[in-house]
């Protein structure tokens, strides 16, 4: 469920434009930094093409090469040590419907190749097969990498850059578009409550400065992270400045550079920079820890040998853990 008014001309525009190309089969290449809506915009021009087939999202950078070339192509039995049965990849799956490649920037010089060859053909090979089988599908790409930099210092192929760059629409920061952050605050804030079962919660009118004020380094993300917090976390109705202890970017204290690479943890994970009030970190880590351990419990079906193994740790080490937090 999303939001797709706006009242900023730039989102109009591309919201336009995408209702525009979502019928053809042309790439469109979604650009903007991270957080901006870019999987959103992708899903909604699948939804506007009203393709036969699926959508089917694949995240580039999170997984290893060989285990993202099967998951593209898919493989047949016996392929590589492991391939115990045929798998059809994504591009198959996708067949009259639509591919997302998320975080395209950050393919490896050998997929870029094999890309660049299923866009010209039409057609894939799973691994351990010489069989071509035939594709029509709706390429989305996505990175927040400027891809021309990239092409121009050799990490990414001019050629496949220009199969993918036919319709490039880039997302704006929500700084540049500070007239949404009321309409998605109060559209998150809502859902929020919703979802939580919660009296509905509302604004007063210096908090909703605050929220337009504040840069967003995270854009539509960190703004949602936010407001999930503040939903779970203020006792009171009406959530006001007080509440809502944004981190302090304009610090008078001056920010080491290697600090302003490390802040990226923060963005990485959605943490809370430190706010004026500062804030409390060991409630902080000891949420994360617990909740990674309830997780772990839940995927594993309560047994402590994987679900200690499914976050590195040792049996003994989890089993620790589990009674410090009284979750045994
Ligand atoms: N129009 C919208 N309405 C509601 N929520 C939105 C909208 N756009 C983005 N979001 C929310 O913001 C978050 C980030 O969106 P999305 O994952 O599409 O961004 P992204 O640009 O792909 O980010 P990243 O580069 O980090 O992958 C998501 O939680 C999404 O639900
Ligand atoms: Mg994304």
């Given at each position: 469920?999303?939001?797709?008014?706006?009242?900023?001309?730039?989102?109009?525009?591309?919201?336009?434009?995408?209702?525009?190309?979502?019928?053809?089969?042309s790439t469109v290449?979604?650009?903007?930094?991270?957080?901006?809506?870019?999987?959103?915009?992708?899903?909604?021009?699948?939804?506007?093409?009203?393709?036969?087939?699926?959508?089917?999202?694949?995240?580039?950078?999170?997984?290893?090469?060989?285990?993202?070339?099967?998951?593209?192509?898919?493989?047949?039995?016996?392929?590589?040590?492991?391939?115990?049965?045929?798998?059809?990849?994504?591009?198959?799956l996708a067949n009259?419907?639509?591919?997302?490649?998320?975080?395209?920037?950050?393919?490896?010089?050998?997929?870029?190749?094999?890309?660049?060859?299923?866009?010209?053909?039409?057609?894939?090979?799973?691994?351990?097969?010489?069989?071509?089988?035939?594709?029509?599908?709706?390429?989305?790409?996505?990175?927040?990498?400027?891809?021309?930099?990239?092409?121009?210092?050799?990490?990414?192929?001019?050629?496949?850059?220009?199969?993918?760059?036919?319709?490039?629409?880039?997302?704006?920061?929500?700084?540049?578009?500070?007239?949404?952050?009321?309409?998605?605050?109060?559209?998150?804030?809502?859902?929020?409550?919703?979802?939580?079962?919660?009296?509905?919660?509302?604004?007063?009118?210096?908090?909703?400065?605050?929220?337009?004020?504040?840069?967003?380094?995270?854009?539509?993300?960190?703004?949602?992270?936010?407001?999930?917090?503040?939903?779970?976390?203020?006792?009171?109705?009406?959530?006001?400045?007080?509440?809502?202890?944004?981190?302090?970017?304009?610090?008078?204290?001056?920010?080491?550079?290697?600090?302003?690479?490390?802040?990226?943890?923060?963005?990485?994970?959605?943490?809370?920079?430190?706010?004026?009030?500062?804030?409390?970190?060991?409630?902080?880590?000891?949420?994360?820890?617990?909740?990674?351990?309830?997780?772990?419990?839940?995927?594993?079906?309560?047994?402590?040998?994987?679900?200690?193994?499914?976050?590195?740790?040792?049996?003994?080490?989890?089993?620790?853990?589990?009674?410090?937090?009284?979750?045994?």
């Amino acid at each position: 469920m999303y939001l797709l008014e706006t009242h900023n001309p730039q989102m109009k525009k591309i919201y336009e434009l995408a209702k525009k190309v979502a019928p053809s089969s042309s790439t469109v290449l979604i650009l903007g930094e991270s957080g901006t809506g870019k999987e959103v915009l992708a899903k909604y021009i699948h939804f506007c093409s009203k393709r036969k087939g699926p959508f089917v999202p694949i995240n580039c950078a999170a997984i290893p090469e060989e285990l993202l070339e099967a998951e593209l192509f898919g493989y047949e039995k016996g392929a590589f040590t492991g391939a115990i049965k045929s798998k059809p990849g994504k591009f198959e799956l996708a067949n009259e419907g639509t591919i997302f490649l998320d975080e395209i920037g950050d393919l490896s010089p050998k997929l870029q190749a094999k890309l660049l060859r299923v866009i010209q053909e039409k057609q894939v090979e799973r691994l351990g097969s010489e069989r071509a089988i035939k594709i029509e599908v709706r390429i989305l790409a996505a990175t927040n990498k400027d891809l021309e930099k990239e092409v121009k210092e050799r990490r990414f192929r001019e050629d496949l850059f220009f199969r993918l760059n036919v319709i490039p629409i880039k997302l704006p920061p929500l700084r540049e578009r500070k007239e949404d952050i009321p309409l998605l605050a109060k559209f998150f804030l809502k859902r929020i409550c919703e979802r939580e079962g919660i009296e509905e919660k509302t604004f007063t009118p210096e908090a909703l400065e605050k929220l337009i004020n504040y840069p967003w380094p995270g854009n539509i993300r960190e703004l949602e992270n936010l407001i999930e917090r503040l939903v779970i976390l203020s006792e009171n109705n009406i959530i006001g400045v007080e509440d809502l202890s944004l981190p302090s970017l304009d610090s008078k204290f001056p920010v080491r550079e290697s600090l302003v690479k490390e802040k990226d943890i923060l963005n990485k994970y959605a943490l809370p920079d430190i706010s004026e009030e500062g804030i409390e970190l060991n409630k902080i880590l000891r949420e994360i820890e617990i909740y990674y351990l309830k997780r772990a419990l839940e995927i594993a079906r309560g047994t402590k040998t994987k679900a200690a193994k499914l976050l590195g740790l040792n049996r003994t080490t989890f089993i620790e853990k589990l009674k410090k937090y009284n979750l045994v």
